[in-house]
C-alpha cells in the first residue's frame, strides 16, 4: 500500500529538541505488527497532553506517533483472533509510549492489544468512553468487588469534571449509590447532578494539609487527582472503605499516615488501565455496555479534529477541559 495519511509524530533531533507536528506517513512507515487499522477516532487524556507537549516524558522512543486510545475497523490481520471489517480499540498496552499510537488515519497494531467493540457502541461512541471511561469502569468494579454496597454511604468521586470522574459518576449514580462530586469548577454542577451527583463539594475542602484521622464520611472514593486530595479522602474514609486511585493531575505525593489502614482498615486499592490484564477489560467493557445510558453519554463528550491537538493537549494539563474529547482523526 503506497497511500499516505496523516499522524501526529513527536521528534527529537539531533540536539535533543523536541517537536511535534502532524506528517504525512506511509503503511510501509509503520510498525510490523500484526494487524492493519483504519482508524476512525482517537481520545484526548491527561496523559495525551503530557506526550504532546513533553511536559512528561511519556514518548520513550523516537519518532513516535502519540495518542493512547484508538477506535477503528480492521483491514488486514495475521491473526486468526481478527478478520477484516472487525470493529476493534485499543486502551493503553504502551501506545505513545513504546509503541506507535492513536493520532494517525491508520496504525499497526498487536493483535494480543485488541478487545473488540461492543455492538451497543459505534467507534465515536467507543472513544466518547475511551481510556477515561475503561478506568473509571475498572475503579467501579474495585469498588464493587471490595463488596460496598450503595447502604454503606456516600461515593466521593475527585476531578469530577473531568473524563474519568464524569464517567465514574454515570456508573456509580447507575448502580444506585449516592455520589458526592468534587470539583474545582462550580459551573460544572449542573453538568454533574445532571451525571447522577447527590452532592456537589469544592476541591479546596479536600486539597489542603489533613489530620491524620478525620470524620468518617466515604464509604468509598474513586480517586484521579492524587496529592493532598487523596490524602484528605484517606482521613475521611469509613472504616473498612476502599479508595479506588488511578491518578496524579494535582500531583505524585501522597500526603498521610498509617492510622487510617491500621484504626479503620482501610484500602487503597491502585488501579493502573495501561498494562491491565484482557479478562480485567473485556468484563470493563462488558461492564459499560450494559450499564451507560447513551443519552447521557452524549452530553458527557465533544468531537475535535486531530488538527487542534496541539491546542487542545495544553488545555487539558491547565484542567480547562470538561467531559471527554474525541478526537476525529480524519479531519
Given at each position: ?62 519518532p ?18 481478527w ?9 493503553g ?23 473488540r467493540?461492543p ?62 462530586a ?48 487523596l ?7 469509613k ?23 491500621i ?44 488538527s ?24
Amino acid at each position: 500500500m503506497s497511500e499516505m495519511f496523516n499522524a501526529v509524530v513527536a521528534e527529537k533531533n539531533s540536539e535533543g529538541t523536541f517537536s511535534v507536528n502532524i506528517k504525512a506517513l506511509s503503511v510501509s512507515d509503520l510498525p510490523a505488527e500484526g494487524v492493519l487499522v483504519d482508524i476512525d477516532y482517537s481520545t484526548l487524556n491527561y496523559k495525551d497532553g503530557l506526550a504532546v507537549t513533553n511536559t512528561s516524558p511519556i514518548c520513550q522512543k523516537f519518532p513516535m506517533v502519540c495518542g493512547i486510545d484508538l477506535a477503528g475497523t480492521v483491514v488486514e490481520s495475521d491473526s486468526d483472533q481478527w478478520t477484516a471489517g472487525d470493529k476493534v480499540l485499543v486502551n493503553g498496552y504502551g501506545l505513545s509510549q513504546t509503541h506507535w499510537g492513536a493520532y494517525s488515519q491508520k496504525q499497526r497494531v498487536n493483535p494480543e492489544f485488541l478487545v473488540r467493540i461492543p455492538a451497543q457502541f459505534s467507534t465515536e461512541q467507543a472513544m466518547a468512553i475511551g481510556t477515561a471511561g475503561y478506568t473509571a469502569m475498572l475503579c467501579v468494579n474495585a469498588v464493587r468487588d471490595h463488596g460496598t454496597d450503595p447502604q454503606d454511604g456516600p461515593v466521593l468521586v475527585t476531578g469530577s469534571a473531568g473524563g474519568v470522574g464524569s464517567i465514574a459518576v454515570m456508573l456509580l449514580a447507575k448502580l444506585g449509590y449516592s455520589v458526592t462530586a468534587a470539583t474545582g469548577r462550580p459551573e460544572t454542577a449542573s453538568y454533574l447532578k445532571a451525571l447522577g451527583a447527590s452532592e456537589i463539594i469544592a476541591r479546596d475542602d479536600l486539597a489542603r494539609k489533613s489530620k491524620p484521622l478525620e470524620k468518617e464520611v466515604w464509604a468509598a472514593v474513586v480517586d484521579s487527582v492524587g496529592s493532598t486530595t487523596l490524602g484528605t479522602a484517606l482521613a475521611q474514609t469509613k472504616y473498612n472503605g476502599i479508595i479506588a486511585a488511578c491518578g496524579l493531575a494535582a500531583g505524585v505525593d501522597m500526603p498521610t499516615t498509617v492510622l487510617p489502614f491500621i484504626l479503620r482498615n482501610v484500602r487503597i486499592q491502585g488501579v493502573d488501565s495501561v498494562m491491565a490484564p484482557m479478562s480485567l477489560r473485556e468484563r470493563a467493557w462488558s461492564d459499560l455496555a450494559s450499564l451507560l445510558d447513551a443519552s447521557l453519554l452524549s452530553d458527557v463528550y465533544r468531537i475535535e479534529p486531530m488538527s487542534d491537538i496541539k491546542t487542545l493537549a495544553p488545555a487539558i494539563l491547565r484542567g480547562e477541559i470538561k467531559g471527554r474529547v474525541v478526537i476525529d482523526v480524519n479531519a
